[in-house]
């Protein structure tokens, strides 16, 4: 029984042959450009006092998409004067917002939390745009946690009673609520003021949702100053502010580079600061609020800093999924993460293992425009940052340690040739890559280089892997893959730093506390314990 | 040590250890891929091209089977709103009492040995039996016509922790294989000698552990490629003129496009999920952890074994999902096209056991080529 004809047959015969010569093997992804419209203004002023507003005679700069270097819009390069109305208004809107209800607090919190839920896809453009990270980052993972951060403390407001148990009597409670003295929030429990917070460019809006957050749950006002390169969401979380009606003074937002940090910094009216940023400007800014206020009261600090932090895969891992973990801890954001598992730790009989498969797995990174959807890896933040980067490529061959390139297959020659292959020539770019043959001594292996840059190295015995993995500056995360339990409690628990990460890489949740050992920091910033900053009990 | 061998204790010879929320995570990241315009007709159609259109009921008739066999040869036939250049599905998968009627109903349409006839056997799907009776079974349907043999493990023995008999059965199995393979008819009328594929079940959802997953699929890979060492070492075989010939097996991978490899090897064999039978069936992470199984015996090895998902894959956009998992677990494996060009993302080395995905394939297409959703009652049952 025939059910086709001769003639369809053939037609059938060759279309299979054609279908079987156009796909494989070379099937792959179309481009997939995010296409939503979104409206960034030419120009945007300051945010205080609840209102936009461009000072006169202001300096302005451009800030840029650091995957075309196209001019996005320009913003105010504040002025101390500047930053003195915005603590000023900080200042003036702390009595009301501290007194009110806790549970209307709560309120504004969790509309901002909502309002940036609806505005989700416009925030991760424009982040996308301005700081070079992957869409599927920001939209998946920025922006969400973003949101998170917002719900977790806004629940927290009126629940402060519990978290800290502050002695209260009557005359007590009295007499610190006299002139001068901030009404309390909780039983014992007061806003600690004014909060002049200064955050960077590799998570532009985590990271003020991260201070903001908080800070509004705890009866506080805020002074935030975004970092230079990428200024544009928060001035959109302004926008947010405006549209929930959040009380004018409230959350007040410069732009500005570094004189804007320093004015806010050094301000005498602020009553805590909260740094996230590099080790070096940390220190500047641990030695200015070591001198007392003129009223002679300190200000507050918490520093979240650098890392180098270890990752470090025993022989009994799961090895396919260390490497997806090795992938997610260094190139995860280009490896501008502070918390980046810059120094992986191999146990020396799986090395070569580790080695092949994270050469095959890195092939299949894809690094290119960020507004891609498939793009997993995209534009370094700034001209800067690629210097400081290559300048480490450059390094790291000279000091001896071999550099591997996956999906580049000629030559890596010591002048970074290699770093850009097949990128655009506009833009700033660097190709994911990990150096192998890294001693513990050279440069890589010690200073952050915050990019797409790893630094494999080996240990034989659980002993030695803890000592490499805690010999540095820093002790912000760490990284521990095991299938035996009782080994990675005992590790983990040998590790100085912040966080460690069992089985997993750069995993945040608004839940969790977050913070350094030695030079990465001091304070905690998500949970409980990140609450404890921004209250006096 | 080998998985498999007599010695083999499962404490000091384990495959690698999954972590299977990781394991999770990563297949979940492959359904984040954007797959548009242009790459996404090229991966319907190379689904299409993989599909192992199957039945597998007590209730399939002849008739049935025809009806399976037509839509497999041509897809699209019936249909307008489609683009003329569609493939035909790689394999028809039935039970062996039915092998037959697909060998007489593909003859007729000119298609025996283009779309190959898959059959279950081994006393599918439970494999409660004697073996002799599984190997009869095997025996039987190659007789009968089939290209492909979809056998189950021994669950009882691999969850009782006796691997060796798991083993032994798969080789045995094999076994079967080539020696049919050796006495049977071309298709093409050319001889005997019709290579034979063995894909090994693994029924993952009764294995349950992603750990299991990864043991037996090291089991099957490994007892399927002793098996053809062990045949290979005083068989006769029938080259590609039909002549008697010996095997060489000299650590070379099967090549499927080679003529010059011996017949009975130039197919490749395949692990593959489930039964259809067992709920969970085919799983993102399940496929993915068979697929490092698959890529890790390459990389030690040189060969090539193919992989199929079974069960619960319905819909054009999982199909799409798994392609992707493909290309970016097995895609940039050095060396691999000058095997096989394409390597796993051809319908050689990768299959979609399912039923109901060829249709919503064809209706994503016919939207994608025409802008219009053809309703259910449009497109043609099989």
């Known amino acids: 029984m025939s059910i086709i004809d001769k003639s369809d047959e053939k037609a059938i015969r060759s279309s299979t042959a054609r279908a079987a010569k156009d796909s494989p093997p070379g099937w792959d992804y179309s481009p997939a450009p995010e296409t939503s ?155 600690v003021g004014v909060c002049g917070q200064v955050i960077p460019w590799n998570f532009p809006l985590l990271m003020a949702a991260w201070k903001i957050a908080p800070a509004l749950a705890c009866g506080n006002t805020v002074v935030l100053k975004p970092a230079e390169t990428t200024p544009l969401t928060a001035l959109v979380l302004a926008e947010i502010f405006e549209e929930v009606g959040l009380p004018p003074g409230v959350v007040n937002i410069v732009t500005g580079d570094g004189v804007t940090g320093r004015a806010i910094v050094e301000h005498p009216d602020v009553d805590k600061i909260a740094f996230t940023g590099s080790t070096e400007v940390g220190k ?12 002679g009261k300190f200000k507050r600090l918490t520093l979240e800093l650098g890392g180098k932090s270890p990752h470090i895969i025993f022989e009994d891992a799961a090895i396919d999924q260390a490497v997806e973990g090795i992938i997610s801890g260094i190139y995860f954001n280009q490896g501008e993460v502070c918390c980046a598992g810059s120094r992986l730790f191999v146990q020396e009989s799986v090395l070569d293992t580790v080695i092949k498969k994270l050469e095959i797995r890195l092939a299949s990174l894809r690094t290119g425009d960020p507004m891609d959807k498939n793009t997993d890896v995209g534009a370094v933040n700034s001209k800067e940052q690629l210097s400081r980067i290559e300048h480490y490529l450059k390094l790291g061959q000279t000091e001896g340690a071999q550099l591997r390139m996956p999906g580049y297959s000629g030559e890596v020659s010591p002048d970074n040739t290699g770093s850009r292959h097949g990128l655009p020539s506009k833009g700033y770019w660097c190709r994911p890559c990990f150096f192998t043959g890294v001693q513990p001594s050279h440069t890589i292996a010690r200073e952050e280089i915050f990019g797409p840059v790893l630094s494999v190295l080996s240990f034989r015995t659980p002993e030695e892997a803890v000592s490499r993995a805690n010999n540095t500056p820093y002790g912000l995360a760490a990284g521990i893959w095991t299938e035996k339990g009782s080994k990675m409690l005992s590790i983990a628990k040998q590790i100085k730093s912040g966080v460690v990460w069992c089985n997993t890489y750069n995993k945040f949740d608004p839940a969790s506390p977050f913070g350094g050992f030695k030079e990465s920091g001091f304070g905690r910033e998500g949970g409980v314990q990140g609450l404890k900053a921004y209250v006096e009990v | 040590m080998r998985a498999g061998t007599k010695a083999a204790v499962r404490d000091f010879a384990p495959s690698p250890r999954v972590d299977a929320v990781m394991a999770a995570e990563r297949a979940a990241s492959f359904t984040k891929r954007s797959i548009k315009t242009k790459s996404k007709m090229a991966g319907l159609k190379l689904a299409l091209s993989m599909l192992d259109l199957t039945t597998l009921e007590g209730k399939d008739s002849p008739e049935k089977v025809r009806a399976l066999c037509a839509k497999a040869v041509n897809p699209g036939a019936g249909q307008t709103d489609l683009p003329p250049d569609l493939p035909s599905v790689g394999a028809v998968c039935v039970y062996p009492n039915l092998v037959k009627h697909c060998r007489e109903s593909l003859e007729s349409m000119g298609a025996l040995g283009r779309v190959k006839i ?34 189950v493990i021994n669950r009882g023995a691999f969850l009782a922790g006796r691997y060796d008999e798991v083993a032994d059965e798969i080789r045995s199995v094999k076994r079967t294989c080539l020696e049919e393979g050796v006495k049977a008819t071309r298709h093409d009328g050319g001889g005997k000698g019709r290579p034979i594929s063995l894909k090994v079940i693994l029924e993952t959802g009764e294995l349950e552990t992603l750990d299991n997953v990864r043991f037996a699929s090291d089991i099957a ?133 399912a039923s109901a995905l060829a249709n919503d394939i064809l209706r994503q297409i016919s939207w994608l080529h025409s802008g219009k959703y053809r309703a259910n009652y449009d497109v043609t049952e099989a």
């Open chain 1, 37 to 191: 419209k979104v409206t960034i203004k030419p120009s945007y002023g300051l945010f205080i006092d609840g209102k936009f507003a461009e000072p006169k005679g202001a300096k302005r700069f451009a800030t840029i998409n650091p995957s075309t270097e196209a001019t996005l819009s320009e913003v105010v390069q504040a002025t101390p004067a500047d930053v003195n109305r915005a603590v000023a208004a900080a200042r003036a809107a702390l009595p009301k917002w501290a007194g009110l209800p806790a549970s209307e607090r709560a309120k504004f919190i969790f509309r901002i939390a909502r309002r940036i839920q609806e505005r989700g896809r416009e925030l991760a453009i424009i982040e996308t745009l301005d700081s070079g990270k992957p869409i599927k980052e920001s939209r998946d993972v920025d922006i969400p946690l973003v949101a998170a951060h917002f719900f977790y403390n806004a629940g927290w407001a009126d629940k402060l009673g519990f978290v800290f148990q502050g002695q209260t009597s009557g005359a007590s409670s009295k007499s610190k609520t006299g002139k001068g003295s901030l009404p309390e929030i909780a039983p014992g429990v007061r806003p």
């Open chain 1, 284 to 295: 500047i800014i641990a030695k200015s609020v070591a001198n007392p206020r003129p009223d």
């Open chain 2, 118 to 151: 898959a059959s279950v056997a081994t006393g599918f799907p439970s494999g409660q039996y004697p073996l002799e009776i599984r190997l009869d079974d095997t025996r039987r349907a190659i007789h009968d016509g089939a290209d492909e043999i979809d056998m």
């Open chain 2, 221 to 353: 890979i490994r007892a399927m490629d002793e098996a053809i060492a062990e045949f290979g070492g005083h068989a006769e075989h029938v080259d590609s003129h039909g002549n008697n010939g010996t095997a060489e097996l000299n650590g070379s991978a099967p090549r499927h496009l080679d003529t010059s490899a011996p017949r009975y090897l130039s197919s490749f064999d395949f692990i593959k999920t489930s039964t259809g039978k067992v709920t969970p069936a085919a799983t993102m992470p399940v496929t993915l952890v068979m697929l490092e199984a698959v890529r890790d015996w390459y990389l030690e090895t040189g060969k090539l074994v193919g992989v199929k998902p079974a069960g619960g894959i319905r819909t054009a956009k999982q199909s799409l999902h798994y392609l992707v998992m493909v290309k970016e677990t097995l895609g940039a494996l050095p060396g691999v096209n000058e095997l096989h060009p394409g390597g796993w993302l051809t319908p050689e080395l990768w299959r979609f056991g």
